[in-house]
């Protein structure tokens, strides 16, 4: 049975003492806050293991997750040398323990140019899984404005981290299909250069915005795929009627909206949902996952082992094609994996929902406008 390894991170304090194998002991001697402080100085090591991976076409993979003890804080302050060396000690677990390739989960995918860095120093191939994930991104976009009645030729669609390499390719592929594509990210000189190179790409009328909240304002569909440690979107920025795609790991949009806004279609994009859920035993395993969903950049490794393809697929910030992403879709497909359900939190919405979002949105869009004039 080919075999893969997943590299993770606890998204907070609380989730590492969830994982930790000493937490009966180190929760009762110390605060959470003091838990964070100290979570940098352990060893990476390994969490868990899904043992039975099954594909329709009757095959099977199995997969060991090693857990990197670094929060998102640790990841974006700490020497990058540092950062680099506790993945490369789980990339060599993976390998110890027999897994031929390795999938780099969350903001570990992002360290040395979106595991370039990574791929030159070790012996095994690896795979952000960036890739299959600005698929299923797309995907959960066109089907959500199908859901939601908005016709994509004539939206705008603001997208959050564009320069980035999910939000790049996924801007150029809507700006194709868009209307208009108002784009942000934090290298203002970046992405006025990106903006040049979309305008070639499709047709859509592109507008830098300096400021996040700018360039959601008025939009259709918003797409937050950057890299950021705290929430970015003020719910009150959007307009009725609104699809929100969050793809970011953590989530750069604060699951309140869905609290706060009840006329918007908020959700994760970038989820598969494999065809035998069941296979995801264990509850260390389950609460690294939204329910009955995994990660587009497991999803993709899966696919890759399936295959008996043990190669570094998507390494490197920029090198995702239209083709390579038809190429993994097609592959993960075939096995069984496809796109997730819509999720909100741990939360699946139900097509209830959505009409739910889609009548409120009406019943508010009159004030909308109205505010506007």
Avoid: W
Avoid at 39 to 48: A, D, G, N, S, V
Avoid at 192 to 219: C, L, M, P, W
Avoid at 230 to 242: E, F
Avoid at 355 to 368: Q, S, V, W
């Amino acid at each position: 049975m080919n075999k893969l390894g997943f590299i993770v991170h606890p998204i907070n304090a609380a989730s590492f003492n969830e994982y930790f194998i000493f937490k009966n002991i180190i929760s009762r001697v110390l605060s959470e806050r003091s838990c964070g402080d100290l979570i940098k100085y352990l060893p990476t090591y390994r969490l868990c293991g899904i043992p039975n991976i099954r594909s329709v076409k009757g095959m099977a993979t199995c997969a060991d997750i090693v857990l990197v003890p670094l929060l998102p804080k640790h990841i974006a302050v700490m020497q990058e040398e540092k950062v680099l060396k506790k993945i490369e000690d789980g990339i060599k677990i993976c390998k110890k323990n027999g897994c031929g390739i390795v999938g780099l989960g969350a903001l570990i995918s992002v360290v040395g140019n979106e595991g370039e860095a990574l791929s030159r120093r070790v012996d095994i191939p690896i795979t952000s899984g960036n890739t299959l994930t600005a698929s299923l991104t797309l995907d959960g976009i066109y089907k959500a404005a199908y859901a939601m009645g908005v016709s994509l030729s004539e939206s705008t669609v603001a997208v959050i981290g564009a320069t980035g390499d999910i939000g790049s390719i996924c801007t150029k592929v809507l700006s194709k299909k868009a209307r208009k594509l108002n784009i942000a990210a934090r290298n203002e000189q970046k992405l006025n250069g990106f903006a040049d190179v979309v305008r070639q790409h499709g047709s859509a009328d592109i507008e830098v915005f300096k400021y996040t909240k700018d360039a959601v304002k008025g939009a259709d569909i918003v797409l937050c795929a950057a890299s950021a440690m705290t929430t970015i979107i003020d719910p009150a920025s959007l307009k009725p009627g609104a699809i929100v795609c969050d793809v970011a790991i953590p989530p750069n949009i604060a699951k309140e909206v869905a609290l706060y806004r009840n006329d918007i279609l908020f959700f994760e994009g970038g989820l598969a949902k494999l065809p035998y859920p069941n296979d995801i035993t264990g509850k260390a395993v389950k609460e690294l996952f939204p329910k009955d969903s995994i990660y587009g950049c497991i999803a993709e490794t899966m696919a890759l082992a399936l295959e008996g393809r043990f190669e570094s697929y998507s390494i490197g910030r920029g090198n995702i094609t239209e083709e390579k992403m038809s190429e993994i879709k097609s592959m993960a497909g075939r096995h069984g994996i496809t796109i997730a359900d819509f999720c909100c939190g741990n939360r699946a919405l139900t097509a209830r929902d959505i009409e739910n979002i889609k009548l409120n949105a009406k019943n508010k869009m009159e004030t909308y406008y109205a505010a506007k004039r």
